[in-house]
C-alpha cells in the first residue's frame, strides 16, 4: 500500500478548498539520521513532532503522501472528549492507577487541541461551544443519562438537555434528549492539522513528503528507514499511520478495520436558515447505527457525516442517505446545494479502544481511534513524545498491547455490513 499512497494529491473535500495551505515541504533526497523518526503526518506523528522539537529532541516526520492526506485531513471536525469506553468502565477493566489515567487522558484531550491551536495561532476555525451525545431510542437514552452521570461525578461539565431545550439547542425535536458536553467543539479538521505542522517545523521538526517508509530494519543502535530516494537512520521509531496502515511492520495493517466514514457539505447558508441550527456552536453526533454525525462550519455550511458505502466515492447517489437524513431532521436543507461530498478510512479496533504497541525496545505505535481522532490522536502523539523523549512505560496513559492481527480481516467489508444490519434491527425494536 506504501507505494500507492506516494505522490496523490490531496482527495477533493471542502476542507482542501478553505484550509491555509501547508507549510512548504519536500520529499527526503539522500540519508540522513535523526534522534525520532515518525512514520505519517496525521495528527498523531504531527503532535509527536511538535512535542519531541518543544523538548530538544531531533525529529523527523515521513510522510507517504501530503501532510494530513488521510483521515487527520477529511474527518468531521469534530473535538470530542473522552474515549468510547465509559469511566467506570475503564477503571473497573484496567485498575485505578491505568484505569484512571486513560479517565483523565480522554477528559483532557479536547483541552490540548485547543491550547495547542491558541499557543501556535493555528488557523482553523476553532469554536468550542460542545459536543451533543444525542439519543434516538430508549436504549441510546439509558446510555446516554450514564455517560453524563459518570462524568458529572468527575467533575466535568456535562449536562443532560432534553424537551424544548434540546430541540433550541440543536433545531429540531427529532432527538428525546442528549448530553451536552462543554468539554468539546470544532475545528477546521485539514487546517489544524497543517497549522500542526507548521507548528513543529517552526520548532524543530524536519517533515518530509512524497516519502513512502518502505521497509523498517533493526540495525546497530537503532533503525534504519528505507524510502524510494534515501534512508533514515534514527535511535527510535514511531508509526502513525492509523487507518492507512499497511504492512511495514508485521500485522499493523490486520490490527484494525479501515472502516469508511463518508461526509457532505451544503454551501453557506443563509442566516436565516442557519440561525435555528446548532444556534450555540455545538456539535453533535448521534447514538446510533448510523452514527450520524454533523455541525454547521464557520462559514454557515451544514457539515453532516456518517457510515455509507464502504469504498472511495464521490458520486451524489453514494451519500444521498446522508442527505436524505438530514433533511429529515431540518427540512430547510432540501432548498440548498449540496456541494461537497467526500469519504476516507478511519481505524476502528475490535475492542474499541486505541491501541498502543512496542513491539521492540525503541518502536512505538499509535492507532484507532475510532471516531475520536482529533482530540485523542493529538493526546496521543504528545503521549508518545514523551516515551520517546525517555519517559518509559510511566509516560504511557494507555496499555501498551501486543499487535494481533484480526481473524478473517480480509472479509471485514461483510463483517462491517453485517454489524450494522443488526445494530439498525435492534435500534429499531428499542424504539
Given at each position: 500500500?506504501?507505494?500507492?499512497?506516494?505522490?496523490?494529491?490531496?482527495?477533493?473535500?471542502?476542507?482542501?478548498?478553505?484550509?491555509?495551505?501547508?507549510?512548504?515541504?519536500?520529499?527526503?533526497?539522500?540519508?540522513?539520521?535523526?534522534?525520532?523518526?515518525?512514520?505519517?503526518?496525521?495528527?498523531?506523528?504531527?503532535?509527536?513532532?511538535?512535542?519531541?522539537?518543544?523538548?530538544?529532541?531531533?525529529?523527523?516526520?515521513?510522510?507517504?503522501?501530503?501532510?494530513?492526506?488521510?483521515?487527520?485531513?477529511?474527518?468531521?471536525?469534530?473535538?470530542n472528549p473522552g474515549l468510547k469506553w465509559e469511566p467506570d468502565q475503564l477503571e473497573q477493566a484496567f485498575g485505578a492507577d491505568l484505569g484512571g489515567r486513560m479517565v483523565r487522558l480522554g477528559d483532557e484531550a479536547p483541552g490540548l487541541v485547543f491550547d495547542l491551536i491558541a499557543r501556535h495561532r493555528i488557523d482553523?476555525?476553532?469554536?468550542?461551544?460542545?459536543?451533543?451525545?444525542?439519543?434516538?431510542?430508549?436504549?441510546?437514552?439509558?446510555?446516554?443519562?450514564?455517560?453524563?452521570?459518570?462524568?458529572?461525578?468527575?467533575?466535568?461539565?456535562?449536562?443532560?438537555?432534553?424537551?424544548?431545550?434540546?430541540?433550541?439547542?440543536?433545531?429540531?425535536?427529532?432527538?428525546?434528549?442528549?448530553?451536552?458536553?462543554?468539554?468539546?467543539?470544532?475545528?477546521?479538521?485539514?487546517?489544524?492539522?497543517?497549522?500542526?505542522?507548521?507548528?513543529?517545523?517552526?520548532?524543530?521538526?524536519?517533515?518530509?513528503?512524497?516519502?513512502?517508509?518502505?521497509?523498517?530494519?533493526?540495525?546497530?543502535?537503532?533503525?534504519?528507514?528505507?524510502?524510494?530516494?534515501?534512508?533514515?537512520?534514527?535511535?527510535?521509531?514511531?508509526?502513525?499511520?492509523?487507518?492507512?496502515?499497511?504492512?511495514?511492520?508485521?500485522?499493523?495493517?490486520?490490527?484494525?478495520?479501515?472502516?469508511?466514514?463518508?461526509?457532505?457539505?451544503?454551501?453557506?447558508?443563509?442566516?436565516?436558515?442557519?440561525?435555528?441550527?446548532?444556534?450555540?456552536?455545538?456539535?453533535?453526533?448521534?447514538?446510533?447505527?448510523?452514527?450520524?454525525?454533523?455541525?454547521?462550519?464557520?462559514?454557515?455550511?451544514?457539515?453532516?457525516?456518517?457510515?455509507?458505502?464502504?469504498?472511495?466515492?464521490?458520486?451524489?447517489?453514494?451519500?444521498?442517505?446522508?442527505?436524505?437524513?438530514?433533511?429529515?431532521?431540518?427540512?430547510?436543507?432540501?432548498?440548498?446545494?449540496?456541494?461537497?461530498?467526500?469519504?476516507?478510512?478511519?481505524?476502528?479496533?475490535?475492542?474499541?479502544?486505541?491501541?498502543?504497541?512496542?513491539?521492540?525496545?525503541?518502536?512505538?505505535?499509535?492507532?484507532?481511534?475510532?471516531?475520536?481522532?482529533?482530540?485523542?490522536?493529538?493526546?496521543?502523539?504528545?503521549?508518545?513524545?514523551?516515551?520517546?523523549?525517555?519517559?518509559?512505560?510511566?509516560?504511557?496513559?494507555?496499555?501498551?498491547?501486543?499487535?494481533?492481527?484480526?481473524?478473517?480481516?480480509?472479509?471485514?467489508?461483510?463483517?462491517?455490513?453485517?454489524?450494522?444490519?443488526?445494530?439498525?434491527?435492534?435500534?429499531?425494536?428499542?424504539?
Amino acid at each position: 500500500m506504501v507505494e500507492t499512497l506516494a505522490r496523490r494529491p490531496m482527495p477533493r473535500s471542502l476542507y482542501r478548498e478553505t484550509a491555509p495551505p501547508a507549510p512548504e515541504t519536500a520529499a527526503l533526497a539522500g540519508d540522513t539520521t535523526a534522534k525520532v523518526v515518525i512514520v505519517g503526518a496525521g495528527f498523531t506523528g504531527l503532535s509527536a513532532a511538535l512535542h519531541l522539537a518543544e523538548a530538544g529532541a531531533d525529529a523527523l516526520v515521513l510522510e507517504a503522501s501530503q501532510i494530513g492526506w488521510g483521515a487527520s485531513g477529511r474527518n468531521g471536525g469534530q473535538v470530542n472528549p473522552g474515549l468510547k469506553w465509559e469511566p467506570d468502565q475503564l477503571e473497573q477493566a484496567f485498575g485505578a492507577d491505568l484505569g484512571g489515567r486513560m479517565v483523565r487522558l480522554g477528559d483532557e484531550a479536547p483541552g490540548l487541541v485547543f491550547d495547542l491551536i491558541a499557543r501556535h495561532r493555528i488557523d482553523c476555525a476553532p469554536r468550542r461551544g460542545g459536543t451533543l451525545r444525542a439519543a434516538i431510542s430508549e436504549r441510546a437514552a439509558k446510555g446516554v443519562r450514564e455517560f453524563q452521570r459518570q462524568w458529572a461525578a468527575r467533575g466535568a461539565d456535562v449536562v443532560i438537555s432534553e424537551g424544548k431545550e434540546m430541540a433550541r439547542l440543536t433545531g429540531t425535536g427529532f432527538y428525546p434528549l442528549g448530553a451536552h458536553d462543554r468539554r468539546g467543539g470544532q475545528v477546521n479538521p485539514l487546517a489544524y492539522c497543517r497549522g500542526l505542522a507548521g507548528a513543529a517545523m517552526a520548532a524543530g521538526a524536519r517533515l518530509f513528503t512524497d516519502t513512502p517508509a518502505t521497509r523498517l530494519a533493526r540495525v546497530a543502535g537503532g533503525w534504519e528507514i528505507t524510502t524510494p530516494n534515501g534512508l533514515v537512520r534514527a535511535e527510535r521509531v514511531i508509526l502513525a499511520t492509523n487507518g492507512y496502515s499497511d504492512d511495514l511492520w508485521p500485522g499493523l495493517r490486520r490490527s484494525v478495520i479501515p472502516v469508511y466514514s463518508s461526509i457532505t457539505a451544503t454551501e453557506p447558508l443563509p442566516p436565516d436558515l442557519a440561525a435555528p441550527i446548532l444556534s450555540n456552536g455545538v456539535v453533535l453526533y448521534e447514538m446510533s447505527a448510523s452514527y450520524a454525525y454533523y455541525r454547521l462550519d464557520d462559514a454557515g455550511r451544514f457539515v453532516m457525516g456518517g457510515r455509507s458505502v464502504l469504498r472511495p466515492a464521490s458520486a451524489r447517489q453514494d451519500f444521498r442517505t446522508l442527505v436524505d437524513h438530514a433533511t429529515r431532521l431540518f427540512p430547510v436543507l432540501r432548498s440548498v446545494e449540496w456541494t461537497h461530498r467526500w469519504n476516507g478510512q478511519v481505524a476502528v479496533t475490535w475492542d474499541q479502544l486505541p491501541h498502543l504497541h512496542e513491539p521492540e525496545a525503541g518502536l512505538t505505535i499509535g492507532l484507532g481511534y475510532n471516531g475520536r481522532g482529533v482530540a485523542m490522536a493529538t493526546a496521543t502523539g504528545r503521549m508518545l513524545a514523551r516515551h520517546a523523549a525517555g519517559g518509559g512505560r510511566e509516560a504511557l496513559d494507555l496499555p501498551v498491547t501486543r499487535i494481533n492481527p484480526i481473524l478473517g480481516h480480509a472479509a471485514w467489508p461483510l463483517a462491517v455490513k453485517a454489524r450494522l444490519k443488526w445494530d439498525r434491527a435492534r435500534e429499531t425494536f428499542d424504539r
